[in-house]
Every structure is written in C-alpha cells, then in structure tokens.
C-alpha cells in the first residue's frame, strides 16, 4: 500500500516569508497527487493536484507544487505567506484506478502577523 | 451551495452504546467515503460507497458498519464504541466518473465523537 511522508508537522513562521512543504510518496507505480488544506474550524478542502502533463502545479491562493518523479516527492511552496495562510496542510495521494487516498500526517502551519 | 453536510458535529456517547453520524450531500455525487482521523494522525479511510456498491478497507474493524439509502444520504453505525474510537469522523464525496483516481474529493466538516 502507499504511504505518504510529511516532515515538518509544526511550522511557524512571519508574513511575507516563503514556504515550501514536503511531500515523499512510496509507490513506484502511476500516481495521482493532492494538496488538501483545513483552515481553522473549516473542512478540508482542495488547494491543488496533479495527475499528468506539467510536472509543476499552480492552485489556488498562489500555492504551486512540483512533482519530482525520480525523488517521489510533490512538495507545496508559496513565496510569501500571508496570516490567512495559517491552516493544517495535508499531502495526499491515489494510485492509477483506485480512489483511495492515502493521506500524510499533515503540516500545522502558523503565520504570524 | 452545493455542499456536504455532517450531523452532529459533536457527539458524546457511552463506552458500548451504539451511535450513528450521518452524512448528506447536494453534489449528487457517486461515491461517498468515510474517514476516521485520530489527533495528530492523518485521516485514515474506513470504506466507501461507489453508488450502492459498498467498499470495506481490510483493516476496518467491524464494530464499523455503514449505510446508504440514497444517494444523498451515507451513514456511519459504530455498534460498540470504545475508547480507542475517539476520534473526528471525516464524510466525503467525489463525482465517480470516469478517472475516479483523479476525482477530487468534497469534505464536510466532521464530526467529534467522544466517548466516555
């Protein structure tokens, strides 16, 4: 079965500041990979994801990811975070033909004003 | 709004005594899923439903049982709640179309269950 590594849980840092996430997946086979994000009190809710084509992902609220194959990773990066940003991010990932999403164990990140 | 709905958002239940959290949705999506996610633990799949085909994880225990009337509405049955079921309870959905692994999935909000 897969499984999803996410390093990092807590990560505090300034507004303005640059992110970067990282996302390493073990599955050799086709994958498809998904950035979820939990803002405080609300529900999970997509922020990108990639299945085939441009290896590098632009989501919404100016979040983008690069999947690397050869690395297995699908790390998220924002160039200047802002307080709303603050939020639980989660790494997520299905295989070719299956719906089942194996999540990481997410990153709680803190932005401070 | 289209939308996924989860009643109660928090639920409080004895040791062994039988609890159902429900789930609805305006998506008139195909498939509805079950997640159980434990604190500082990623949100772990309990089954799904493809339309009325239901779908059970191997490690699901089977104190976990589920329902779907309708497409609308999913249930999750815990028969006897332990202390080790603590935890939210995460309903999705997703379309089921085609590419169903690359079917982005529809949150509700969770539920909390505690148990005493």
């Known amino acids: 079965a897969q499984s999803v590594s996410q390093h990092n849980h807590h990560v505090i840092l300034s507004e303005a500041a640059s992110l970067e996430l990282g996302c390493n997946y073990s599955y050799g086979g086709t994958v498809n990979l998904f950035w979820y994000v939990q803002y405080p009190g609300q529900h999970l809710q997509l922020l990108l994801k990639y299945f085939s084509g441009d290896p590098l992902v632009k989501g919404i609220k100016g979040f983008e990811a690069e999947f690397i194959k050869s690395k297995f990773s699908f790390n998220l990066r924002k160039p200047s975070v802002q307080w709303s940003d603050t939020a639980e991010y989660f790494c997520?990932?299905?295989?070719?033909?299956?719906?089942?999403?194996?999540f990481g164990k997410g990153n709680q990140v803190v932005v401070i004003p | 709004d289209a939308m996924v709905i989860q009643n109660p958002r928090y639920q409080v239940t004895q040791f062994g005594k039988p609890v159902t959290l429900s789930c609805s949705q305006t998506l008139n999506h195909n498939v509805m899923y079950w997640y159980q996610q434990k604190s500082s633990q990623a949100p772990k799949l309990l089954f799904h439903y493809y339309d009325k085909d239901f779908n059970n994880e191997a490690d699901t225990p089977d104190n976990f049982q589920s329902r779907r009337p309708n497409t609308s509405f999913c249930f999750l049955d815990i028969r006897s709640p332990g202390l080790g079921d603590a935890a939210m309870y995460l309903c999705a959905t997703s379309r089921g179309e085609r590419t169903i692994s690359t079917d982005t999935q529809y949150f509700g909000p969770g539920t909390r269950l505690t148990v005493l």
């Open positions: 997520a990932v299905t295989t070719y033909g299956n719906n089942r999403l194996a």
